[in-house]
């Protein structure tokens, strides 16, 4: 039996990842990117998001663009930070990302971010990115450190 805070968790996260890839008054690059809710498990502070690769998220050599690998990361880790820093506005403070096998157009991937350190300001992440068509492997790893703002509240959730 699911204990309530899983199934909080779950719902929140289901109902911000739809807010941002689907309900958005304007475009922004989350929107543009289409994530879409994989899992989550509230005792291990951990999410896990898929995404379809597009042709506009390629760079010149015909892999997805850095920057675009780095965001996917940087959401993932900011939508847990918000998740657990009760609503709070959260910002980056670190983020280090490494790449280890190219991803093509059309590879279906998931991001999974879970959180190793969730203080009163700070909370830490560590992540990696597999390919779901060819057998999970693994394509980048990452790790980050988010500041939590208390005295200010973001209207993502």
């Known amino acids: 039996m699911e204990n309530n805070e899983q199934i909080l968790m779950e719902k929140t996260i289901k109902d911000v990842i739809d807010k941002i890839s689907n309900s958005s008054p304007y475009e922004r690059i989350e929107k543009m990117m289409k994530p879409r809710f ?3 498990n509230f005792e291990q502070k951990s999410l896990t998001v898929e995404y379809d690769i597009a042709s506009w ?4 050599q015909g892999v997805a663009h850095g920057g675009i690998i780095t965001t996917i990361f940087d959401n993932s880790f900011g939508v847990l930070t918000h998740y657990f820093a009760d609503k709070a ?16 157009e059309n590879d279906k991937i998931e991001v999974t971010a879970k959180a190793t350190h969730i203080g009163r300001t700070l909370a830490g992440y560590t992540g990696e990115i597999r390919v779901l068509n060819r057998n999970m492997e693994l394509s980048a790893t990452a790790s980050s450190t988010f500041m939590i703002l208390k005295e200010k509240k973001t209207n993502i959730f």
């Open 38 to 40: 994989k899992s989550c």
């Open 57 to 60: 998220e390629l760079n010149p």
């Open 89 to 104: 506005f959260v910002t980056t403070v670190e983020l280090g990302v490494h790449f280890h096998k190219p991803i093509f």
